[in-house]
């Protein structure tokens, strides 16, 4: 997935009511920047930060905050995506790519009602029409070597594996895709210490029969050291 615009390099100040995120440009501008993730970001936006990469959407944009925070790099240079909003087109662009070999050339629908009050973020249909619900997370937690989810407690998502459990039990198939959006992990485990609920209910959901994925980008630079895009290059191995 290719960012629409040139990232910009900028030096990280503070996070305020999770939505707002302060930086200085190049220049040394003041900015402030839409941060799409709600979460708690621990691990993320917890200093030392070397930088945060910034999408520009243009000053004719009808946008309040005309920056988005795309990635956080660490000292050590781990980028962290946390942009939730990419989290499923990436997972439905794996799918696509053959990166799920289960369903491969199965057709996707995104963001599909389930209940009244319980939607899904893909819904796969198989050539002879079978279907499978997915539902995707956004993971830029990291717990000691592992990459980790919820990074803060999560009814939503374990309402989400209770009812995925219950369609495994019914006889069909359900998918749990974790899009680990940072550079320096490869397993994924649920973060236990953080939500032990969500922790037991993903277990559940594997016993039951429900497929777990976890898959892990990079994000790939040009000539100035500029991140361009966002590659999916593995599936992660996983922890329960």
């Not at 305020?16 to 440009?25: W, Y």
């Not at 939500?195 to 994925?213: E, S």
Request: one cysteine or more; a neutral charge.
């Amino acid at each position: 997935m290719k960012y629409e615009t040139p990232l910009i390099r900028c030096a990280f100040q503070k996070r305020e009511k999770r939505f707002f995120l302060h930086a200085t440009g190049p220049d040394d501008t003041p900015l402030t920047a839409h941060c799409p993730n709600t979460g708690s970001l621990r691990g993320v936006l917890d200093k030392p930060v070397s930088y945060v990469w910034l999408s520009f959407h243009g000053e004719d944009s009808p946008r309040t905050l005309k920056y988005t925070h795309e990635l956080t790099e660490k000292p050590d240079g781990t980028l962290i995506g946390s942009h939730t909003g990419r989290a499923n087109k990436l997972a439905a662009e794996a799918l696509q790519n053959g990166l799920i070999p289960t369903y491969s050339g199965w057709h996707i629908r995104p963001e599909v009602k389930f209940t009244d009050g319980t939607r899904f973020d893909l819904l796969l249909t198989g050539p002879q029409g079978q279907t499978c619900w997915a539902e995707v997370k956004n993971v830029t937690y990291r717990s000691g070597p592992h990459a980790a989810f919820p990074d803060a407690v999560t009814e939503r998502g374990t309402k989400h594996l209770h009812h995925l459990t219950a369609i495994v039990r019914g006889g069909h198939p359900a998918l749990q895709i974790f899009m680990v959006q940072r550079t320096d992990v490869t397993s994924f485990t649920p973060a236990e210490a953080i939500d032990p609920t969500y922790a037991n209910a993903l277990r559940a959901f594997a016993a039951a029969g429900g497929h777990i994925v976890a898959l892990g980008c990079t994000y790939p630079r040009d000539a100035s050291g500029t991140p361009t895009h966002i590659h999916i290059d593995k599936q992660l191995e996983i922890m329960l």
